[in-house]
């Protein structure tokens, strides 16, 4: 989940609806969680928890993408077929291009694919994601469970399939699921899943376009 706005702010200055931590000077910014007075609520919660702030998380198998506490999800379809779009989603560098937040993506085992492979995605405000991948259909489906990550996240899976409908048209559907530390967040997660399920509306119709563009080359 790549919701970290990635916004540089003054240590020890509140801007907005930001939060401090006075033994960090770290500032934890509302637009990770969205918006409003839920928004606010979650950055506070996850600012008083060192702990949780950029964590270990808890590694998961695929069975936590359907039993998930919290459970984000957008299908769209691209123009363009499976394997052109299986490649599109490989390019780790060229996530930075049309996931939102993502700074930096790239491989961190050799081989770089196939179950057991892992990742490690930079997102704004030098947030590090580590990703362990744990399903692996070549050009059909992969999954990761994530490993570290920001604030509020105690389990985290990310599933992405693909289904040809026709010859140049594939249906994508992008899964998060996701497990809230503490516990007590869970409710609030629940309220913000139409913010986490339109950043993957903008992943995807960005996604298409690069797509597109490649094939253009």
Known sequence: MYLWCGRVHTPGVHRGRCVRSCTSGVVECTHLWGEGAIGSRLARLAATDHAVAMGTLEPQDLDFAE????????????DGTAAEVWAAILDYPGWTGWFPGVKGCEPTSDPSTGIGSTRRVTLGGGVVVDERFIAWDEGERWAFTALTGPPG????????????????????????????????LTPMF??????????????????????????AS
């Open 67 to 78: 039993s998930a506490p919290v459970i984000a999800e957008h299908v769209a379809v691209v």
């Open 153 to 184: 996240f105690g389990k985290l899976v990310e599933r992405v399939t693909l289904r040809q409908l026709g010859p140049r048209l594939t249906e994508v559907t992008y899964r998060m699921a996701i497990g809230p530390k503490p516990t007590a």
């Open 190 to 215: 629940k309220l913000l899943r139409p913010v986490i399920e339109k950043n993957l509306r903008v992943a995807l119709r960005n996604l298409n376009g690069v797509v597109v563009a490649a094939r």
